[in-house]
């Protein structure tokens, strides 16, 4: 997911500023305040940040003191700079969109009239006058700016994204395929083996608090080739396990190394495609994550059948390893601001100008406050009551998919006397399910554009409420499905009917999982990853504590109450969408961290009336 709270965000170039700046004229004098309600939150969170100064960790000691030198001598025209930006227009055009877009333009930056270009300089950056700085963005038609890339190579990079995340699943629930192998081989009892589902998940929950840090200050890349070696490599001692133990910690860390993907994929999407483009393949990534888990118990049983459960963790060896040699050849680097301080740092060596400078360079922060602000800042959103209901609703959904890892076995396995490959067939119509909601995320897009253009048309941003439409058709799919789940599961019944419950299950499932995210996203722009994060942190455990309980839940409560049970609980989480769809847009305004136009504008006006009392001061 993009970190909105870097300044990456500002690194990256808007498309065709004389246009929006002469569209701008002519708004301005019809209704100037509905321009500018977009982009103020964004603009003044940029302004506090730029005028700040506060100076990050940097290997090149020599080169710290030059960046403090020329932001302090220059500190006015980096603050005129924001002000001329947010009186400008600059803004957001929709979620994951880079907040503020900034372009090599002249009538943008003021470009020196004398600036001397460099003839190594292949971009021609001038001095802006202001600050005296070269600063190093994104130009039109830029080959190195991942927008620009053909959708032939952006949409095949999507799909290799998609095959790491469904990578991922897959390793949390292949091993499901065979839970009596280890029991006897270790002769440990069925909750013990279970824990091998439950702290790989767990792993799923902390991961991205460690590597979407690292990966703000590195790179994406890096973390992906890093990260999946590292998965790779463990789990190699989960196959040759001569212990519990062994196998316990291996799967910890195998989910720690796993989860880096699920925490990437969504920036690498905004960095490639824009908001009007995105919502085709953010549905790619969403459904990675349910089919992986589906597909697990599916190929598991046969292997486990038929090779025995140490071959569950060679085959996922040999197929992560193909991914991870896919990974290390074909994906680049997006990330915008990644690219442009290494673009900068590359004029500056064969320039001898050190005033080149991507603006996320402006303010830079320790890898230690970063990390800080990574830990703390989920934990305060979680009090926000949209954060904390849709992290409630998409840890019941999650919970639901991990808790059929065990449901259906004992529906089918104890209750029919079927095999593990036999009883791993049923998994294939929550995966159509699945399949199918990803086929008609195109005409939920569609239909978001439309209802967005009205909004977009006088230059301000659509109201978050409008993602949650698909949410309020699909919530009820799941519900339905478990209901038919739960009265269809008697032993004397045909297979078909629990089997088939899951179409709707699967489809109700993916409906919600991106909805959730982008309705995040939108209400909380420039904390939206820390938002995401702690969404993901909960569901994570809550998934991890699921399958610990389910097999108990089913032989106390029976096949039909238990999945009835599931199906109440999912039922009153429908009740969500439809309150933020009729309240969200107050619940926003009263709040602390989410994005609210009204909230914004009082904020800023109360910044520039500060600002303009200590002036006169």
Known sequence: MVDT????????????????????????????????QPVENIITQTKSRLSELVHGTREDHEDKEVLEKLLTQNSKGIEKLVTNLQLDGFGATGPLEQPIDLEKTITAFHPDPHTQYHENDEWKYPTDEETQMRLVVFIDNDKDDPRNWSPGKKWFLTLLLGLICFNAALGSAIVTGDIEGPMETFGVSQEVIILTITLFVIGFGFGPLLFAPLSEELGRRIIYVVTLFGAVIFIIPCGKAPNIGTLLVCRLIDGLFFSAPMCLIGGNLADMFVGKDRGVA?????????????????????????????????VLLIFSGCVYAAVVIFLPETSHSFILRKRAKKLRKITGDETYRAISELKKRSLSEITKETLSRPMFLLSELIVFLITIYMSVVYGLLYMFFFAYPVIYMEGKGWSASKTGLMFIPIAVGVLIATAVSPLFNTQYNKLAKKYTD????????????????????????????????YPRLSWAGPCFSGLACGFGFNCLYNPANNYIVDSYQHYAASALAAKT?????????????????????????????????????????????????????????????????????????SSTNVNKG
Request: one cysteine or more; glycine letters at 8%; charged letters at 15%.
């Open 282 to 314: 953010m549905s790619v990534f969403s459904a990675a994550p349910f089919l992986g888990p589906v597909i697990g118990p599916l190929i598991g049983g046969y292997i486990g059948d038929n090779a025995g459960w140490r071959w569950l963790y060679w």
């Open 5 to 36: 709270n870097d300044l990456e965000s500002v690194d990256s170039s808007v498309r065709s500023y004389n246009s929006q700046q002469a569209a701008h004229q002519d708004n301005s004098n019809n209704n100037p305040e509905h321009y500018l």
């Open 537 to 609: 942190f909960v569901r994570s455990l809550w998934g991890a504590a699921v399958p610990l309980f389910t097999i108990q839940m089913y032989h106390r409560l029976g096949y039909e109450w238990a999945s009835s049970l599931m199906a109440f609980i999912s039922l009153a989480c429908c009740a969500i969408p439809f309150l933020f769809y009729k309240y969200g847009a107050a619940i926003r305004e009263r709040s602390k961290y989410a994005y609210s136009p009204d909230g914004v504008k009082t904020e800023a006006t109360s910044d520039e009336e």
């Open 458 to 489: 006088k230059g301000i941003l659509p109201p978050a409420e409008l993602r949650l439409i698909p949410m309020m058709i699909g919530c009820w799919f799941v519900p339905i499905g478990l209901f038919s789940f739960a009265w269809s599961s």
